[in-house]
Nanobody
Framework: QVQVVESGGGLVQPGGSLRLSCQAS????????MGWYRQAPGKQRELVAG???????EYVDSVKGRFTISRDNAKNSVYLQMNSLKPEDTAVYYC?????????WGQGTQVTVSS
């Protein structure tokens, strides 16, 4: 069984920063891609950023230049550094990992950007 746990969400003022962390544990086969998704109230879940096991990254246009995704393969962990946060970044952020045995999701962590 695989567990995926996110941490690091919270309330931050516009222009502030947060760093999300995600760690996978359990019977994990090779992890190909690790990613962060978000879902705001009334909206569909969207991919925010993804990173391959080779370090290639992609970002949704709305966060380019503000968010940075990174991973530590030895720790089965992925991180999302979020800077210059905007109210429209408010959402539940989910970590997802794609492995040889399937895709796994965390429970989500709330990020609220508000003054």
């Amino acid at each position: 069984q695989v567990q995926v746990v996110e941490s690091g969400g919270g309330l931050v003022q516009p222009g502030g920063s947060l760093r999300l962390s995600c760690q996978a544990s359990g019977s994990i086969s090779s992890i190909y891609v690790m990613g962060w998704y978000r879902q705001a109230p009334g909206k569909q879940r969207e991919l925010v950023a993804g990173i391959t096991n080779g370090g290639n990254t992609e970002y949704v246009d709305s966060v380019k230049g503000r968010f940075t995704i990174s991973r530590d393969n030895a720790k089965n962990s992925v991180y999302l550094q979020m800077n210059s946060l905007k109210p429209e970044d408010t959402a539940v952020y989910y970590c997802s990992i794609a492995t040889m045995s399937g895709d796994y999701w965390g429970q989500g962590t709330q990020v609220t950007v508000s003054s």
